[in-house]
Nanobody, 130 residues
Framework: QVQLVESGGGLVQAGGSLRLSCAAS????????MGWFRQAPGKEREFVAA???????????SYTDSVKGRFTISRDNAKNTVYLQMNSLKPEDTAVYYC????????????????????WGQGTQVTVSS
């Protein structure tokens, strides 16, 4: 099982930016999909973004509609780290953000379901003030 440690959360004004990082250890990072989910107070955890393992067509990505054009997921396989660059932040982006590692090696697509992820970080708080 992979261990995940998130960092980079904090308090930011609406319109600002934050970059979340997730450092992974424990297995061949580059062959697994990685994702970000978030949970706002009183709400279910929801998918934010995911990135697949590098295949012939690169590293596929997927985003929930509400963050498209504002958030970018990327990975640095040499550092075993996945990032979530968040721009133009809105108060509704306020949540605990969780990093997740794919359940299976060789996932050359960007999964969106919690069931596709087998390891989770402890979460990092992102608060966007209006």
């Amino acid at each position: 099982q992979v261990q995940l440690v998130e960092s980079g959360g904090g308090l930011v004004q609406a319109g600002g930016s934050l970059r979340l990082s997730c450092a992974a250890s424990g297995r061949a990072f580059s062959t697994y999909a990685m994702g970000w989910f978030r949970q706002a107070p009183g709400k279910e955890r929801e998918f934010v973004a995911a990135i697949g393992a590098r295949g012939l067509s690169g590293e596929p990505t997927s985003y929930t509609d509400s963050v498209k054009g504002r958030f970018t997921i990327s990975r640095d396989n040499a550092k075993n780290t996945v990032y979530l660059q968040m721009n133009s932040l809105k108060p509704e982006d306020t949540a605990v953000y969780y990093c997740a590692a794919g359940r299976y090696s060789g996932t050359y697509y960007a999964p969106r379901s919690e069931g596709d992820f087998g390891s989770w970080g402890q979460g990092t708080q992102v608060t966007v003030s209006s």
